[in-house]
């Protein structure tokens, strides 16, 4: 028994609108005025506020002079997943949100949009910014090819390090490519940024499952191996009812959506969304998005108990959505398929009329297989950090490759 | 309400912002418009032997986003013919008899065809004659333009020739490629000038063609230096007017021109002895439009410092105007920075150590805790202002007497051994870097 789509009900141009680009990219003439506006700080708070460090004024400065591939080289020297950052970064609570003229009551230097700009240049047009170091000898295999991976995969190519990545989806960029709201980034450029980092000489071999079609202990052969697999499955409900056709977990439901022509997305027309955190808000949005009469977040706390970012919550109100507060989940009802959420609120029992349910409690670590305490082991990313953004997962990438050069250029003097 | 009423040699207007002799008064058309929009007075563009024109005659220079910071051209004098010119001369003058209208000219030279020149404009009724003694390109390859005013023979020469026959005002438009352009104005007086305008524009190459190769103005792949102008030029034009303004030997009106774009600009040149103010390059950014705001801003600032008349004011930053070495050594400055206005964009930290006097303290943004990023080390500021003048925060940074015992001493004074100077913190470096 399938879900009744509701997108079926919005034309292709209106589905198309839903799913455009929510921040258009600058126009020329726009970037240029706002790099302008950049006062080129000494020892910039944006910079200090990025966790991969971009040096945001020196490629803003670039862009006002027009050197626009020596501004996207600046970002991906720093963050490999620069792109995707410019589109899905949190700024408000990173780089803009410690932009200084935020201190002079005014709005911050759109750093997104120009990081934007300047990556865009360069986004699959195969620019040889990086170039992969002379072969030494020496072999790395990561596993999982989403940001942690490939970034730290990226920088071990560069210094000249034969490098494997074994990736258990079909095709490489993790949540880049799955689970990112589709109005922020669409797969097709989530893997155009992967492919520049492949480009570099990267093997990937996609469709392996470490833990299960191969050991873990295959790759201690390797000199290094890094581990950036992030997590697992969506926590369950643990509620009667979780299992009734028209329950689906949010970052499933968001990848059939990246992954079909969107009127064939499975989608209610009354959908509750369980959980108040980023997903929760990406999930709620894209129903409503699809063609859902009534998109709701449904939170057995406050309003200021929610995780999600404030602009994430005002993006969802903007769409339309409803949000239920002190609201607890008790029993998923429905003859045979979803009909309704019985909840528990400071009035009393209630029951939600719905014909689909999205879970978004967050996600499990995962349990194919344990990492073993090893000096040649590293990790990073979502499975390291416990889930946070793509630029942490780049961040910790990156590190691990210098951590990895350190330790083996060490061993013969070798490498940088 | 200040009264911006001019008379300027003898040449009314009814507020002291006349068009610049070029595009924007090239016919009655265009004259006739910006009268209507508030304009005191018009120099017409260039009348001469009709010229040929090349295709594409302008360059600009950007600032960041903001366009024509700089603006030259390759363009010469007017193409039409002298009679229409003139013709239209004097339909102006019939239908804004108020307004000044200055006919420009230029013709080779001769004397005879200069008296035929000056004598078939004064039949127009024009109010004054402005001899163009500055175009840096084009026409003076043949002789004319600033050929004759970087010679201040040539200068003194024609004025002489003009004023042989002239019956209203002459006014002489000076070119600023010369050494030193006082040299021509007091050619100019000796010949007989009934007033100065300048400056003219400044010899340049706007820019390069980074695919080509190819200078702006590109003509079909090459160019020629043109006359630079726009807000770029104004501070040049207002050392210049005031050389000219403070010259004893000089003494006549002066109409200022360079790069005015703003009433602020017109209060400038004005303090700084101008009679009039000349605009071109904002106009042709703008429009005429942008007089509304000449006179409301000049006439509002000059009703709140209690000036009634331009007069009250004229010339009035001249005497400041003086040698370096009458400047007073014993004044000394510190910067002080209003922690509560920072926005610790550190800008006077890396402009200070880098590009002055490393008179600035920085502490670590890590380290801080609502403290202070950056703080002056007033024993090492020179009160050079640099800090102030890179702070983005309007009053975050500024500039404090440090008061002394000292008695002003000039460098004359003092290397005569007349007077003694304060200790100063330049002394500070110097122990410094000697240890």
Not at chain 1, 74 to 103: K, Q
Not at chain 1, 325 to 335: A, E, L, S, Y
Not at chain 2, 245 to 271: H, L, M, Q, Y
Request: glycine share 10%.
């Amino acid at each position: 028994m399938t879900t009744p789509s509701a997108a079926t009900v919005l034309s292709d141009e209106q589905l198309a609108r839903n799913f455009a680009d929510i921040a258009p990219a600058l126009t020329g003439d726009a970037a240029l005025l706002e790099a302008n506006t950049c006062l080129f700080c000494y020892d910039a708070p944006c910079t200090t506020a990025c966790p991969t460090h971009i040096d945001v004024p020196a490629f803003i400065k670039k862009i006002a002079t027009g050197n626009l591939r020596g501004a996207a080289r600046v970002i991906l020297d720093a963050n490999p997943f620069g792109h995707s950052c410019a589109r899905a970064c949190p700024v408000e609570v990173l780089c803009e949100g410690a932009c200084v003229l935020n201190a002079r009551d005014e709005q911050p230097i759109r750093i997104a949009l120009l990081q934007r700009h300047a990556t865009d240049t360069v986004l699959g047009r195969h620019v040889p910014l990086f170039s992969a170091g002379q072969p030494n000898g020496k072999r790395v295999a990561i596993i999982g090819a989403g940001p942690a991976g490939l970034s730290c995969a990226r920088d071990l190519r560069r210094w000249g390090y034969a490098v494997t990545v074994f990736e258990a989806r079909a095709l490489p960029g993790g949540l880049n490519t799955t689970g990112i709201a589709e109005y922020k980034m669409t797969p097709a450029v989530a893997l155009a940024e992967v492919q520049d980092i492949l480009d570099l000489g990267v093997e990937l071999r996609a469709g392996i499952t470490i833990g299960r079609d191969m050991p873990f202990e295959e790759l201690l052969g390797y000199d290094a191996v890094f581990v950036g697999i992030g997590l697992g499955r969506t926590k369950r409900l643990g509620i009667p009812g979780e299992s009734l056709p028209g329950v689906i977990d949010a970052l499933t439901f968001i990848e059939q959506l990246k992954s079909r022509p969107y009127r064939e997305t499975p989608v209610g027309r009354h959908v509750v969304v369980i959980g108040a955190g980023n997903t929760a808000i990406d999930a709620v949005t894209q129903a409503k998005r699809l063609g859902a009469l009534t998109s709701t977040i449904v939170y057995r706390r406050g309003e200021a108990d929610m995780s999600c970012f404030h602009y994430e919550y005002e993006l969802a109100k903007r769409d339309g959505c409803g949000f239920r507060f002190h609201c607890t989940p008790k029993r998923i009802v429905g003859n045979g398929r979803v009909e309704g959420l019985d909840v528990e609120t400071p009035q009393g029992q209630e029951t939600i009329t719905c014909d689909m349910v999205i879970t978004a409690l967050g996600q499990v670590a995962r349990d194919e297989f344990q990492v073993p305490k090893h000096d040649r082991v590293f990790a990073g990313g979502d499975f390291a950090n416990g889930g946070a953004e793509i630029v942490n997962a780049a961040a910790e990438g990156v590190q691990a490759a210098k951590r990895i050069h350190e330790m083996l250029a060490g061993e013969d003097g070798k490498g940088r | 309400m200040a009264d911006l009423r001019t008379d300027f040699a003898g040449i009314k207007s009814p507020n002291p912002f006349w068009l610049a002799s070029g595009p924007p008064t090239n016919t009655y058309g265009q004259v006739a418009r910006a009268f209507d929009a508030g304009w005191g007075g018009a120099v017409w563009k260039t009348i001469g032997e009709p010229i040929i024109n090349v295709f594409s005659r302008y360059g600009s220079v950007d600032l960041g986003a903001t366009r024509m910071m700089g603006f030259n051209n390759i363009e010469l004098i007017t193409d039409r013919p002298i009679e229409d010119n003139l013709k239209e001369i004097a339909e102006t003058k019939r239908n804004y008899p108020r307004h000044a209208v200055i006919a420009s000219l230029m013709v080779e030279s001769k004397r005879e065809a200069w008296h035929e020149m000056v004598k078939r404009t004064q039949d127009t009724g024009a109010d004054g004659i402005e001899l163009n003694f500055g175009c840096p390109h084009g026409m003076s390859e043949r002789g004319m333009g600033s050929a004759v005013g970087q010679v201040p023979d040539y200068t003194c020469q024609i004025v002489e020739w003009v004023k042989e026959v002239a019956t209203i005002p002459v006014i002489v438009k000076l070119t600023p490629n010369v050494t030193d352009i006082t040299y021509i104005a007091r050619a100019a007086v000796k010949g007989g000038a009934d007033a100065l305008s300048l400056i003219n524009t400044i010899n340049s190459i706007v820019g390069v063609d980074l695919d080509s190769f190819a200078p702006f103005p590109s003509v079909a792949g090459k160019s020629s230096h043109g006359g630079y102008c726009g807000p770029a030029v104004k501070p040049i034009a207002l050392h210049l007017v005031s050389a000219v303004a403070n010259d004893p030997a000089v003494k006549i009106p002066i109409s200022a021109i360079g790069g005015v774009a703003t009433w602020r600009d017109a209060a400038e040149f004005t303090a700084l002895g101008a009679g009039t103010i000349q605009v071109c390059t904002a106009v042709m950014h703008y429009g005429f439009r942008i007089v509304e705001d000449l006179v409301d801003g000049l006439s509002n600032w000059m009703d709140e410092h209690g000036h009634q008349t331009l007069a009250d004011f004229r010339g009035r930053a001249l005497p400041n105007v003086v040698k370096w070495e009458d400047l007073d050594l014993n004044y000394h400055l510190v910067a002080e920075i209003d922690q509560d206005k920072c926005i610790k964009c550190e800008l006077c930290w890396t402009a200070c150590e880098d590009g002055a006097h490393q008179a600035i303290r920085r502490h670590s943004r890590a380290n801080g805790g609502g403290g202070p990023v950056v703080e002056i080390i007033e024993e090492a500021c020179v009160g050079c202002n640099l800090c102030s003048q890179v702070c983005p925060v309007q009053g975050c940074i500024t500039m404090k007497q440090v008061p002394n015992d000292f008695a002003p001493t000039n460098w004359k004074e003092y290397s005569a051994g007349k007077k003694k100077l304060a200790p100063r913190s330049e002394q500070f470096h110097t122990a410094i870097w000697s240890k």
